[in-house]
Each structure stands twice: as structure tokens, then as C-alpha cells.
């Protein structure tokens, strides 16, 4: 897709799992609505055939080998990419996708592959516009995972793991990447995220808010 016919907006929120990703990009999703942007909300692994088998190996992940794995989130993304991203790029939608191909450089790099490699795998992939890279300490998302959600970290969420997940993120480096302080309030961190966004949408008014 070149970039004249790219009228709308991609801004993918990633990090490690109890970050927030998923409250921040919900928020900034209907404060965008509010003021008048068309909004299209998604997510990676997505809840397609692809997305359902990824589930499925979050429990048993040994079933897999790590290549395995990588296709996995390739034919997943592949499918996304072009069911739902590119089309709504054409039109001047504001798309908020909760992970992207960073994540896939982050967790299958995690196991031994290389991350820009994995990067340039995706080539098929629009190039987001603003990625917000959420860091917090780990032990604040794994307390979120189990006290909060009640739930028990799955294989992907194993500290060691995760560390290794998080050195990766904080490596990668673009200009259009963002690192948002995660461990603030849910408002604090808002306000964060708010500021990135109007910057890329909206860079005369934000100029004014500092
Ligand atoms: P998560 O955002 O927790 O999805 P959900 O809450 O819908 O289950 O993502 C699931 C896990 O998948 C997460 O631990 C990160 C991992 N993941 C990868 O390993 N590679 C990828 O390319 C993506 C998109 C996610």
C-alpha cells in the first residue's frame, strides 16, 4: 500500500501481559471517538481459525516447535492484515491493535530467534504510524495477571520468559516507538497515551498542550 493511498491511521499498543495495553487502548479509543475520529478497535492473536489454534498452544506450548510457532502468528497477522487493516487504512479510519509484529520479535525472539529477522518477515505488514511500548516493572504485571485477573500465568507469561521478552522491546528501535511509564494510575497513564496520539493526529494541538 503506498502512502498516498493510506488515508487512515495505524497505532499498535505493545508491552508485556499486565501492562494495561488493553484498558489504555480502550480509552484512548472512545476519547477519540468523542472528538470525532472513526475509531476500529482489534487485537493480535486475533479470534480467527489462526488466533484459536495460537490459544490453544498457550497451554501447551511443548506440542509446537518455535518455527511452528512463528508461522503461527505470521498466518495469523497475514489474515488480519488483509481482512481488516488494509481495507480500513484506505479510509480515514484510526486503527487501535492491541500487539503487532513487535510482540512477535519480542516473545519469538524470546526463544532464540532473531528479532529483527522476525521483523523483516512481516514485511507484508502496514508499518504502524505510533507504536506505545508499555514498561513496567515485571512483578507489577504478573500481580495484575493473578491477583487482578484471577488468573494463572500461562506459558508465555513465565517471569524469566518475560524479562528476556521485555530486553527485546527495549531494544528495538524506530522513530515512530513511544515508551510510556506504565506504572503510573490508569489516568496518569492516559494522559500519556492522549498526548502520543494528538501529537501523530493532531500535531498543532498538542504542540499547545505542553
Ligand atoms: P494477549 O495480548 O495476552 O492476548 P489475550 O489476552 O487475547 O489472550 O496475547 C497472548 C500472548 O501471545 C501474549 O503473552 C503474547 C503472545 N504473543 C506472541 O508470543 N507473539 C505474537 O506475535 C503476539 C501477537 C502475541
Do not use: W
Not at 493480535?44 to 488466533?51: L, M, S, V, W
Not at 515508551?179 to 496520539?197: C, E, F
Request: glycine share 8%.
Amino acid at each position: 500500500m503506498s502512502n498516498r493511498q493510506r488515508h487512515g491511521k495505524l497505532i499498535v499498543f505493545e508491552g508485556t501481559d499486565g501492562t494495561g495495553k488493553t484498558t489504555q487502548r480502550d480509552l484512548l479509543g472512545r476519547y477519540l471517538q468523542g472528538i470525532g475520529y472513526q475509531v476500529v478497535i482489534t487485537k493480535e492473536p486475533t479470534n480467527g481459525p489462526y488466533g484459536m489454534q495460537i490459544r490453544d498452544l498457550y497451554s501447551n506450548r511443548n506440542k509446537y516447535s518455535r518455527e511452528e510457532e512463528l508461522e503461527l502468528f505470521l498466518a495469523d497477522r497475514r489474515q488480519h492484515v488483509n481482512d481488516l487493516l488494509l481495507p480500513n487504512l484506505l479510509f480515514d479510519k484510526i486503527i487501535l491493535c492491541d500487539r503487532y509484529y513487535f510482540s512477535t520479535a519480542a516473545y519469538q525472539g524470546a526463544l532464540g530467534l532473531n528479532p529483527e529477522a522476525i521483523i523483516a518477515l512481516n514485511d507484508f505488514a502496514p508499518e504502524p504510524d505510533l507504536v506505545l511500548l508499555f514498561q513496567a516493572h515485571l512483578d507489577i504485571g504478573l500481580t495484575r495477571i493473578t491477583a487482578g485477573r484471577k488468573e494463572t500465568p500461562n506459558n508465555f507469561e513465565q517471569r524469566e520468559f518475560l524479562e528476556k521478552v521485555a530486553a527485546i522491546f527495549a531494544a528495538i528501535k524506530r522513530p515512530y516507538i513511544r515508551k510510556i511509564d506504565a506504572s503510573g494510575t490508569v489516568d496518569d497513564v492516559h494522559r500519556l497515551v492522549v498526548g502520543h496520539a494528538l501529537e501523530l493526529l493532531q500535531p498543532a494541538l498538542a504542540a499547545t498542550m505542553d
